[in-house]
């Protein structure tokens, strides 16, 4: 992150503006029984492990310290983030590769083979309050 402090007498503003790596990780434990799809037996499943996938994002915010005292400090301030990770993909317990796809049902769910269409989404806002201790 870059950060821009602005000091005057009463504390400080400040902005920050970065970018980063987001990555992410979903935990898979799911069982099927395709016996009745497939009018045989065997069809039987546990996939069970994670899958796997990153992107790009990036996160600005603004605030103002007021300054208490020599060591404290109270801040408000607001922060946005933009990021989202597709393509989780990986290989599970049973030794295929599935990926994390979202169906055209609106469903999402592993699929063998699968492309990693569905999104995770981590874009939002959020702001606070915050007391600041300095040790110097």
């Not at 992410?24 to 434990?29: D, G, H, L, Q």
């Not at 992107?55 to 989202?84: T, W």
């Not at 609106?106 to 874009?123: E, K, M, P, W």
Request: aromatic share 18%; with cysteine.
């Amino acid at each position: 992150d870059y950060y821009l402090c602005l000091p005057d007498h009463d504390g400080r503003s400040f902005f920050s503006l970065g970018g980063g790596y987001y990555a992410a990780a979903v935990n898979v434990s799911e069982s099927y029984n395709f016996d009745n799809f497939n009018q045989g037996t065997g069809y039987i499943g546990t996939p069970i492990g994670t899958l796997t996938g990153g992107g790009f994002g990036f996160e600005a915010s603004i605030g103002r310290e007021f300054a208490l005292n020599r060591h404290f400090g109270l801040e408000i301030f607001a922060r946005g983030r933009y990021a989202k990770v597709s393509g989780l993909q990986g290989v599970l317990s049973d030794g295929y590769s599935y990926g994390l796809d979202k169906f055209s049902d609106g469903t999402v769910d592993i699929n063998y083979g699968g492309s990693g269409t569905a999104t995770l989404d981590f874009t939002g806002f959020d702001a606070g309050l915050a007391l600041t201790w300095y040790s110097f």
